[in-house]
């Protein structure tokens, strides 16, 4: 057996998928001199995601009438192992997730069953069985499904007759394809997705500027700017909280010294946020120890609740990524451009990059030079060398609190498609075609589970030969949502297919 699962791997060796095949490599020594017992968590989810675990009715532990209709799309990032999956049990269909684990015990080991996020997972797989099943913080019991021993070890020694599946699913018809195909047609059709995803973001603004209210059309834009500061954990948090206290409420506050500034603003978003509770003063820094505790007197006095449980801070977040971190670069931002305005100070930025793409040898550096201004960090800032004010570990270098991937982020989803509607209702060709500029010179945005998703589907040997330039996520997640959402069709039929052949 030994030998024979060597070979499986050896096989899979450029078809596994990227964020699992570290795992599998390492593992050669380990594991595959061992029983497969010891099967890695990994192993599990790539089975289940090839479709190499049959997924019989009678594995469903107590229930009978159970049938998996999707089995999911793999998650690679936190959360539950596999979204959007379909079930039904007997007459009812259930949407949901599908968490995946060697023990069954290992949901009440990894408290999951404390983890709101995971209310929504409809089947617990797992391969050795335990006395208590899974529930979740409403106390309901989760669909349970025992992975079958021996189905699954067939699976590991007989490679050779699971490959041709394998070839049909990892990476994907469409990297399949792509290895003959011209990375110039198939980077034009990430292009056409791309400007497709700009157009359609631009008409969520369409309206707008239907009327001539400057005011709303400041509010608006400070709120798009706020969901994507805020994206993706916090998002609809931003946004909810940019409604409740406006631009203009804010922007009031800027003529108070900057101390009290600080206390006015900080106290208002860190309290209905439910954070300035959080910490014990004792907790916090000693050089910000001063005006937390100031924050605490200033909420109090409020008498303001904090939001619903909706809009509080629940996930852990990277330390970079920390709302306090976040709302204190947005409240720089804010501090720079309130002489001409949020409106006006971006239409100036845009403007001047559109002097810049027709003037300078390298219009990147200096765009990215322009839009870093518009971000400043005074240099006394507590949390220039901090991750978050109730951690005392100083880093070694300085950490931008909105770095230049936030102001991609920023400016792909809310300023190039606010604007680019406000071009258009106004007739702005010069304008309209500096945004498409943009899009297509500025370096791409960080990744996400969408994209590292499309890079696996695509093949990562022909993926990686294209420019990153902002368009190239834009394109592969709106392809995403076009195509690979929909499990009805799957990849056997899937009509992009056709259009990467032409």
Known sequence: ??????????????????????????????FFMKSYPLIPELWLHFLWNADLITKNANQFVNREDTTILFKGWYNSSWGPDFSEAKITTGPNELFGSVEIHINESDWFNHKHHLDDHYNNVILHVFLNPSKNPAINTLGEIINRYQIDSDQLESVLIHPQGNLKKLKDTVPGKCGIILINTENNHFERLIQQ????????????????????????????????????????????????????LNYYQVLKFYDLSIRQRRIEVFSRWFGYLGLIDRFAIDQILDESRREWFGLQQTWQSLNQKVFSDEFQIKKPSRPLNHPVRRLTGLFYHIEQIKFNGIFKSWLSFLRQCQ???????????????????????????????????????????????????????????????????????????DLEKTLFKLFMLLPTEGSNHKTKFMEFRFNSKCSGKLKRRLFYH???IQIHDDFCKSFYEGCNNCSFLNMLKK
């Open 474 to 476: 834009q394109g592969l």
């Open 1 to 30: 057996m030994d030998q024979k699962l060597y070979h499986l791997v050896d096989c899979l060796d450029d078809s596994i998928p990227s964020h699992l095949g570290t795992d599998f490599y390492s593992l050669k020594s380990d």
């Open 193 to 244: 997705a791309a400007e497709l995803r700009l157009i359609q973001k631009a008409k969520a603004f369409k309206a707008l500027f239907l009327n001539d209210n400057y005011k709303i059309w400041e509010s608006e834009l400070y709120q798009s700017i706020c969901r994507s500061l805020g994206y993706a954990s916090y998002a609809n948090i931003f946004e909810h909280l940019a409604k409740k």
């Open 355 to 429: 002097k810049t793409i027709d003037n300078s040898i390298e219009p990147v550096v200096s765009i990215q030079k322009q839009l870093n201004l518009l971000f400043p960090q005074p240099e006394w800032e507590p949390l220039s060398h901090v991750f978050t004010l109730h951690q005392a570990k100083k880093t070694k270098y300085k950490n931008k609190l909105i770095g230049r991937n936030r102001q991609l982020i920023i400016l792909v989803n809310s300023i190039l498609p606010y604007f680019l509607a406000w071009a258009r209702r106004n007739q702005d060709i």
